[in-house]
């Protein structure tokens, strides 16, 4: 299909007026080769398997999960970092729908301005080499927008929005501490005022005392700007506190989808039950008295999938016959609480 | 009250570098007992790795030295032993785990010759009787079908099984201390509560002391009887988990806490932040450390640094000189007015 023909076809899509981005079908799937000259595929680690879903405008929706669940490629490919083995991602801008998946040339360029990244390590994502200036105003650079003495002015701007004062802005990375990195970072992701931020995993290289503030930040600067955020993370405490919604992954596959306080308060996936166990928390009396649901075993490799529910070689729950035969689908079994489970079952972890 | 497991007394090891003297470890003590359970938290470059490698001596001159101190294990003041009798303590008395399994375990060696070279070089047994016990050391700590997993090399494990197997090498000696510095960071939260449950049914069993170091308050309420909380190379408050988490005393540690997302926390609420960054530990403040990032610091505090000393009388020590006088448990913890101090960003950035 060609570009445009991609996009008309995106045209008609129905995407109601709240819903900003609308993920339908995502795969991702990574060729396993052999030899060095004639690269033989033999095989393919299945990284997305076949996930949609959907986040609302000015909402944070929280994608959480393990190593390997494939939280970080889904990103990556909404953003188009990644090129989709197959699906569709619709985003809007502007008042109509585009498939980003299938989006080339000036079309892309126009959403990408809309759409942002904040990387877990500020210490990779920032080049040493370039001052703090230059890498805020990168992006106004790229896309050609301003002149030098606006852009200036621009990342002056920006750098007071992120908490950094503008005499930062001869500075090079390595004179900010990682708090103060991850603020350039956010402050080079405002640059083109995006509507949409992917935050993958944003605070979780940040000690704990830096990590509540760049919290708060990101908290402030979705409320200034109406943005919606796309939140990656692993911390299962820092997730429930920034989201309005969360999707649960594991391998490749969402488990559970439901409003915060749905997800931790009365989960209902198995999976979801066992990682809400195992996440402690700061208080003596109430690890004592908690119990742990300790899964056995590890994650299975995303190159070689369980047959029917991906997690049923660690299911507590799993039945034979069913759960390692037929894959489970994502239902919704109370309103806005999604599960893809055969056997779901509200259990209160903590 | 018993004799002391370990004594460390005004412990200080600083690292020479191109910027200055790095005063990574500069002046702590403090008492572990037979079978306790201790944590020591804090956040990067406050010192708590550098403790655990002071006791194993594992600072390396000419960079790093241990200036002064004590630390006296069962009696001995390790400092003063030559160092083939120490290398009989590390590994042996006194077992250490690290962060990552991977680089503390040898690539091109079976799992099972690793083990065994530890037990040959700590017990007199001969070869097969230590391939015994690795495989019993590998049982314990649920590695299943031990027996030929020996002759597996690191990298046919996961990352919860490595360090499950430097666990059982940790134990396989049966020390009176284990020292884990970090070790479940690098792991995912099931696997982490996985090797957590093991440590403590494992130092629960045979009454090994655990000093755990980490940066998670979560994992230390989980597991620890006591908590020594550091900062900037100093102790700034220890005592039960119970008193350092119900009733936190030092200013940072009540910060550290008001700051944590927590999991059973169904508030829609802004988090208490710490402002500033901990200070440079080439050029540490005049005075307490923590002052310049402190809500409550007044004018002593910017000439005198507090020492570590009792509050109340269950054991409690703080080094701040208002601990008396705060009540920081009443304290509404409000962050909707980011406390105010005159911490300048650029003052925070560490070396």
């Known amino acids: 299909m060609t570009d445009t023909a991609r996009y008309a076809a995106a045209q008609g899509t129905e995407l109601p007026e709240n819903v900003i981005l609308r993920v339908n079908h995502l795969v991702k799937e990574f060729p396993i080769t052999r030899g060095v000259f004639f690269k033989k595929q033999i095989g393919s680690v299945k990284a997305v398997s076949d996930i949609s879903f959907e986040i609302r405008r000015g909402e944070t929706l929280g994608l959480v999960g393990e190593s390997g669940c494939g939280k970080s490629t889904t990103a990556r490919c909404?953003?188009?970092?990644?090129?989709?083995?197959?699906?569709?991602?619709?985003?809007?801008?502007?008042?109509?729908v585009v498939d980003i998946a299938g989006a080339e040339g000036d079309t892309l360029r126009r959403i990408?301005?809309?759409?942002?990244?904040?990387?877990?390590?500020?210490?990779?994502?920032?080049?040493?080499?370039?001052?703090?200036?230059?890498?805020?105003?990168?992006?106004?650079?790229?896309?050609?927008?301003?002149?030098?003495?606006?852009?200036?002015?621009?990342?002056?701007?920006?750098?007071?929005?992120?908490?950094?004062?503008?005499?930062h802005a001869n500075r090079y990375p390595h004179e900010f501490s990682g708090g103060q990195r991850q603020r350039i970072g956010v402050a080079r992701a405002l640059a083109l005022n995006p509507s949409f931020m992917v935050l993958d995993e944003p605070v979780s290289a940040l000690d704990v005392s830096i990590q509540a503030q760049v919290l708060n930040l990101l908290e402030d600067l979705q409320e200034e700007f109406g943005l919606t955020y796309l939140f990656i993370a692993h911390d299962l405490s820092v997730v429930r506190h920034i989201s309005d919604r969360v999707a649960v992954m594991y391998?490749?596959?969402?488990?559970?989808?439901?409003?915060?306080?749905?997800?931790?308060?009365?989960?209902?996936?198995?999976?979801?039950?066992a990682l809400l166990s195992a996440v402690p928390i700061p208080d003596p009396d109430v690890e004592a008295r908690r119990k742990r649901i300790l899964l056995e075993g590890d994650i299975p490799s995303p190159a070689n999938p369980p047959q029917g529910c991906r997690f049923h070689t660690r299911c507590p729950k799993k039945q034979e016959g069913v759960c390692d035969v037929e894959v489970p689908e994502l239902r919704e079994l109370e309103p806005d609480h999604w599960v893809a489970c055969h056997f779901p079952e509200v259990k209160k972890v903590f | 009250?018993?004799?002391?497991?370990?004594?460390?007394?005004?412990?200080?090891?600083?690292?020479?570098?191109?910027?200055?003297?790095?005063?990574?470890?500069?002046?702590?003590?403090?008492?572990m007992y037979p079978g306790e359970r201790r944590g020591v938290v804090g956040e990067s470059g406050s010192g708590k790795s550098v403790t655990a490698m002071s006791i194993m001596r594992l600072i390396e001159p000419p960079a790093g030295n241990i200036v002064t101190g004590q630390i006296v294990f069962q009696g001995t003041n390790l400092l003063e032993l030559p160092e083939d009798e120490m290398q009989r303590i590390r590994g042996g008395k006194i077992a250490m785990i690290f962060q990552d399994p991977m680089t503390a375990l040898n690539p091109v060696y079976t799992i099972g010759d690793q083990l065994m070279e530890t037990i040959m070089l700590h017990q007199k047994v001969g070869r097969a009787e230590a391939r015994e016990i690795a495989i019993k050391a590998l049982e314990d700590v649920q590695i299943p079908n031990a027996e030929q997993r020996l002759g597996d090399y690191p990298h046919q494990f996961s990352g919860g099984m490595r360090q499950r197997v430097m666990i059982a090498m940790g134990l396989s000696c049966n020390p009176d201390l284990l020292i884990a510095d970090e070790p479940t960071t690098a792991l995912d939260v099931t696997t982490q509560a996985q090797i957590m449950d093991l440590m403590l049914n494992l130092a629960e069993e045979r009454g090994t002391a655990v000093m755990l170091i980490t940066h998670d308050l979560g994992v230390v309420a989980g597991f620890c009887d006591t908590v020594q909380v550091m900062y900037a190379g100093g102790i700034v408050e220890s005592g039960t988990a119970d008193d350092i988490f119900h009733n936190p005393q030092h200013p940072y540690t009540w910060g550290l806490l008001a700051s944590m997302t927590r999991l059973d926390d169904a508030r829609k609420h802004r988090l208490h932040s710490i402002p500033g960054a901990p200070p440079s530990l080439i050029r540490l403040p005049e005075g307490c450390r923590f002052r310049p990032?402190?809500?409550?610091?007044?004018?002593?505090?910017?000439?005198?640094?507090?020492?570590?000393?009792?509050?109340?009388?269950?054991?409690?020590?703080?080094?701040?000189?208002?601990?008396?006088?705060?009540?920081?448990?009443?304290?509404?913890?409000?962050?909707?007015?980011?406390?105010?101090?005159d911490a300048d960003p650029a003052e925070g950035v560490s070396a």
């Open chain 1, 251 to 273: 391998l490749g596959k969402i488990a559970e989808l439901a409003d915060r306080d749905a997800l931790y308060e009365r989960p209902m996936h198995p999976y979801s039950h």
């Open chain 1, 78 to 96: 909404v953003l188009r970092l990644l090129e989709p083995t197959s699906g569709e991602v619709l985003f809007r801008t502007n008042g109509e």
């Open chain 2, 1 to 31: 009250m018993p004799e002391p497991l370990l004594r460390v007394e005004d412990l200080r090891t600083y690292f020479a570098t191109e910027e200055g003297v790095v005063r990574a470890v500069d002046g702590i003590s403090f008492e």
């Open chain 2, 293 to 341: 990032r402190c809500e409550f610091a007044v004018d002593v505090c910017r000439q005198i640094l507090p020492v570590l000393s009792p509050v109340g009388d269950d054991g409690r020590l703080v080094a701040c000189h208002r601990a008396e006088e705060l009540d920081l448990k009443t304290l509404e913890v409000d962050a909707a007015s980011s406390p105010q101090v």
């Open chain 1, 112 to 167: 990408r301005r809309e759409m942002q990244i904040v990387f877990q390590d500020p210490y990779a994502s920032l080049n040493p080499r370039m001052t703090v200036a230059s890498i805020v105003a990168e992006p106004l650079v790229v896309h050609g927008i301003g002149t030098k003495q606006e852009r200036t002015d621009r990342v002056k701007e920006l750098l007071s929005v992120v908490g950094l004062s503008p005499e």
